[in-house]
């Protein structure tokens, strides 16, 4: 290991965050000042966390290894703090957790302190202590102490880099007598199976070679530096005296454990395997060495040196173009050098995945899943003794998404995703198991918190989401969940893209018409701790509606069924304002043309009288209880009081104005209404074309208006009133230019020879009447229906079939609406196809309609959506497949064989 190790800069990346920092200034202060009686009173006062407190400015290390590492500090204030904490606390653990679980006597050693050192190890009761890989202090005074100087050296045509060894100083010389004379164990192999001799032979330290062969113990015939046994490498390069290596090895290695721990660290895969007739379920779980001191469990080691050849490699250096999961250095790196016989052959002898221990306080499938190391996590979910469940993989799918420790690496976005890709698949295969099951509310928030870290925008400088995204909703999760820590919630409907949103939709159909995810039905809980309550049925398609870019998504064959299935449900409703709107209507034309011949009919009066009352009561619940303020935002409210106002004024004072408005106007509210119902929507969607008409004459009025001035001054003509008729012809009159403006609108329809007619008592109002006829009526009417003949009608019938179904869906939101207020009468929640809090799958069946199945554009595209998939649901299986039937390095043994 060196310090620009993969590891170590994921620790010192997150220091500032793991780390708290609530400094015991005092005690920091007394030790730098070597102050013996304050240190004293600190530590009788002061509990272990504040003695374990880590320091920003240090490096996030704790007292004592400040101490240890500070030149201003003594040996003598050392041995005092640590006699002190030893008295009051016992043996404690003073790791360094950011920096490798590095233990104070492993800094001295790389400091090479050797008065500290000996006044630190007089306290420690375990002199082999071990740091995250398996060094004790004497692995780190050998490693570490004396950093060798690297050199390039060329020859001209090839160059080769070399290092440059230290001399063997004094310092380090006592420092590593101090240890071997406290006992340490000079075998100890570190992660990289080398002992201490093997690294003193290594750096040429003669003198603590040496001293390690004078140890009773030392094995010489075990232990391996440069593909040779210590004993014949000593020898070839002359590092010590021939006497000393003549001396036979008194140590026997006679532990299994060891021996299985020491193939591993070797390599060496085929004595591993082979080791005890393959039956090591005795062993399998085995720290090495006790489980507060260790490097962890085979398995444990298996994963992390896997993981770091693959991190040592060329490949990773490389930046992945492509995001194919089949084809990745990660993938390649696991199959050859990622000990992968030796997992497979551990799990098979009961390892167990979920053991942790002083130095790995996290499981490895934790640990390889917030570093996006996917092959170990595929080989973990689907191995047959694999004992993960949905509870497991929901508490691992929040530290995957938001873990910041392993950023850094490269490519890690592209792996992390890969790893959430594995669990997604080993969700919903579990979650399909349990058919007719919902996800609780708590599983549903971490859905909702993984998926708003994802792409959902398809942003182009992002990586594609897609699958993810449609996984992550295949489970239930609803579109209009929104992000916790936002003021302004941020919905899942809102920010996803169309694209996303029609592959979720397709996804849906193929797994049975489920709508789970178009239905808001979960719980949440306030800042107060008050629980939340939150069910509809309509307010995906009130956000599909609203929104310009997602709306067209209101005619995908899924929310086509959804809208019918809810229409079925509430078109009794519609039927019911219907013929209260046409009889209200019919009364108020009745009434009006009673009260202009002066017939007076009781009937009509006081039907009149009751609906009206009827209708402002219905517009006032609506104001006041239902809708309040969105009750303006809404069009078609307005023209409804504008009917009940101009129908008062003409019972209360009697006027030709309100009476031919509000005939107007409740024709207009019918039109409106009639609009909603699926058969007359095709019929009444031609009058949406007024606007363009509208913005095409505004345009043109320039022109128009000049016209009318010119005729204003060419056409002078005699008077011809016929004063005894109701109506007179004013194109023979010499006109006012309002007159001409008048005519020169008539003409625009074409009619050019017909006389026009004014009414004599009512001039002003009556053109204006005849203006909105010629209008509406005349010019664009008769010019749209014209215009069918040649234009294209299969466009105009898929535009009435949007239309249709927006207008459906408007319906069943405002019944919604009301409904929610209306929630304590239970009566009224007969409109909801689905159960609170069951799975809800939309059968074809439940909509008596079979026109759904049988419409050509439904049936073509659910043709064209039944061989195309979302999301791969066996990927997870392909890796698993991939990496069972890929061994590289079996594949080179044999060869080499």
């Known amino acids: ?478 579109l209009t969940y929104g992000r916790k820590e936002e003021k302004k919630k941020h919905l899942i409907i809102e920010r996803i893209h169309p694209t996303i949103l029609r592959s979720h939709f397709d996804d849906c159909i193929r797994n049975g018409l489920n709508c789970n995810s178009i239905i808001e039905d979960y719980s949440y809980v306030k800042s107060d701790g008050t629980v939340m309550y939150s069910y509809s049925e309509t307010q995906t398609l009130q956000y599909l509606i609203d929104d310009p870019m997602k709306e067209e998504l209101i005619l995908h064959p899924l929310i086509v069924l959804f809208i019918l299935s809810q229409w079925s449900r509430v078109c009794w409703l519609y039927y019911a304002d219907l013929i209260f709107y046409a009889s209200y209507f019919i009364s108020i034309c009745l009434y009006m043309i009673f009260s202009h011949v002066g017939f007076i009919s009781l009937f009509v009066n006081y039907m009149l009288y009751t609906l009206l009352f009827m209708q402002f009561f219905k517009e006032m619940i609506q104001l006041f209880f239902l809708f309040r303020l969105k009750y303006f935002s809404d069009i078609s409210n307005y023209a409804e009081l504008s009917i009940i106002g101009f129908t008062l004024a003409t019972i209360l004072i009697p006027n030709i104005y309100a009476r031919v408005i509000s005939i107007l106007l409740s024709t207009v509210m019918l039109f409106l209404m009639l609009s909603q119902m699926p058969t007359f929507t095709k019929y009444t969607l031609i009058f949406g074309s007024t606007k363009y008409f509208l913005q095409y004459f505004g345009f043109y009025s320039i022109q128009f208006i000049a016209f009318a001035i010119c005729f204003y001054i060419v056409f002078e003509t005699g008077d011809t009133t016929d004063i005894d008729k109701g109506n007179y012809n004013f194109t023979s009159i010499t006109a006012d230019f309002s007159k001409t403006l008048f005519l020169s609108l008539v003409r625009f329809t074409g009619q050019l020879d017909d006389p026009v007619i004014e009414p004599k008592e009512y001039p002003i109002f009556g053109r204006i009447l005849t203006s909105t006829f010629i209008f509406f009526m005349t010019i664009i009417l008769n010019n749209l229906l014209v215009g069918l003949i040649v234009s294209d009608i299969n466009e105009i019938q898929e535009e009435a079939r949007f239309h249709k179904h927006v207008k459906m869906a408007g319906f069943i939101i405002k019944t919604n609406t009301i409904i929610r207020r209306l929630e304590n009468f239970k009566s009224l929640k007969s409109i909801h196809i689905f159960e609170k809090g069951k799975n809800k799958d939309l059968s074809s069946t439940s909509y008596q309609d079979s026109k759904w199945l049988h419409n050509d554009h439904n049936r073509d595209y659910l043709r064209s959506i039944s061989n195309t998939r979302a999301y791969n649901t066996h990927l997870l299986y392909n890796v698993f497949d991939f990496i069972s039937d890929n061994d590289v390095a079996e594949k080179n043994e044999n060869e080499t064989n």
């Open 1 to 478: 290991m060196n310090e620009t190790d993969i590891l170590l800069d994921t620790r010192n990346n997150s220091l500032k965050e793991v780390v708290v920092y609530h400094s015991h200034e005092s005690l920091l202060q007394a030790v730098l000042r070597n102050d013996s009686r304050r240190i004293d009173n600190i530590i009788k006062t002061s509990t272990l966390c504040n003695i374990k407190e880590c320091y920003l400015r240090h490096h996030g290390r704790n007292i004592v290894a400040i101490a240890c590492l500070e030149n201003d500090v003594t040996p003598q204030t050392l041995d005092e703090l640590c006699g002190l904490l030893k008295r009051k606390y016992g043996d404690q653990n003073y790791s360094n957790e950011d920096f490798y679980e590095w233990e104070p006597i492993h800094y001295l050693a790389k400091a090479a302190l050797p008065e500290k050192l000996e006044s630190f190890i007089k306290h420690v009761g375990n002199v082999d202590q071990l740091t995250f890989f398996s060094e004790n202090a004497l692995h780190i005074l050998l490693t570490y102490s004396v950093e060798p100087f690297q050199v390039v050296l060329s020859n001209g045509s090839k160059s080769r880099p070399f290092s440059v060894i230290g001399i063997e100083e004094d310092n380090i010389v006592k420092c590593a007598e101090i240890l071997i004379k406290k006992g340490i164990d000079v075998n100890h192999a570190n992660f990289w199976n080398e002992t201490p001799i093997s690294l003193a032979a290594r750096y040429r330290y003669s003198k603590i070679v040496d001293m390690l062969l004078k140890s009773p113990s030392v094995d010489l015939d075990n232990c391996r530096e440069a593909g040779k046994s210590i004993r014949i490498y000593l020898k070839r390069h002359n590092i010590c005296s021939t006497a000393l290596l003549s001396q036979p090895s008194n140590y026997y290695q006679e532990d299994d454990v060891n021996i299985l721990f020491s193939f591993l660290k070797s390599g060496d895969q085929k004595s591993f395997l082979q080791y005890n007739n393959e039956n090591i379920k005795d062993y399998s779980n085995c720290f090495d060495r006790s489980r507060d001191n260790t490097c962890g469990t085979m398995l444990q080691f298996c994963f992390w040196k896997g993981f770091i050849e693959y991190v040592k490699s060329e490949l990773y250096l490389e930046e992945l173009n492509k995001t194919d999961i089949m084809d990745t250095p990660m993938l390649e790196i696991f199959c050859s050098k990622g000990l992968k016989r030796c997992i497979y052959h551990l799990l098979n002898n009961n390892a167990d995945p979920n053991l942790t221990d002083s130095k790995h306080k996290v499981t490895i499938l934790e640990a390889a899943s917030v570093r996006g190391y996917y092959p170990m996590v595929a080989v973990l979910l689907l191995h047959k003794k694999s004992q993960i469940n949905m509870d497991d993989i929901f508490e691992m799918l929040p530290k995957l998404s938001f873990n910041t420790r392993a950023n850094f690496l490269r490519n890690h976005k592209i792996y992390r995703n890969h790893s959430l890709y594995m669990f997604l698949n080993k969700l919903i295969s579990l979650h399909r198991n349990k058919q007719g099951t919902r996800l609780s509310d708590a599983k549903l928030a971490v859905l909702n918190e993984v998926i708003h870290h994802l792409n959902l925008e398809m942003r182009e400088t992002d990586t594609d989401d897609t699958e993810l995204i449609c996984q992550i909703l295949s489970l239930g999760l609803p």
